[in-house]
């Protein structure tokens, strides 16, 4: 069975740090994983995302600022994030993706985390 549980939320002040992880159950071996928010009226957003490959890419906002990581062995997805804006509040969410050798994607999503950044 897939799960996905995110950890590592929370609140900080702007231009402070924080991680996000995600531990992916029976996917992460095969899937592309990432990194969503969506900020309270608004759309979800890509924020990262990583291949099985290790090829990574990030929205312009957050470009040299956040890194995404996997370590496969310990079924984890990670996000680092520096130098925090207010902006950045948001629920986080991991989602994984799958392509099946006929081209179906299966997309799996974890529950969220929030993330608040204060002024």
């Known amino acids: 069975q897939v799960q996905l549980m995110e950890s590592g939320g929370g609140l900080v002040q702007a231009g402070g740090s924080l991680r996000l992880s995600c531990t992916a159950s029976?996917?992460?071996?095969?899937?592309?994983m990432a990194w969503y928010r969506q900020a309270p009226g608004k759309q979800r957003e890509l924020v990262a995302a990583?291949?099985?490959?290790?090829?990574?890419n990030y929205a312009d906002s957050v470009k040299g600022r956040f890194t995404i990581s996997r370590d496969n062995a310990k079924n984890t997805v990670y996000l680092q994030m520096n130098s925090l804006k207010p902006e950045d509040t948001a629920v986080y969410y991991c989602?994984?993706?799958?392509?099946?050798?006929?081209?179906?994607?299966?997309?799996?999503w974890g529950q969220g985390s929030q993330v608040t950044v204060s002024y």
């Open positions: 029976g996917i992460i071996n095969s899937a592309t």
């Open positions: 989602k994984g993706s799958i392509v099946t050798a006929g081209n179906y994607e299966y997309d799996y």
């Open positions: 990583i291949t099985r490959g290790g090829s990574t």
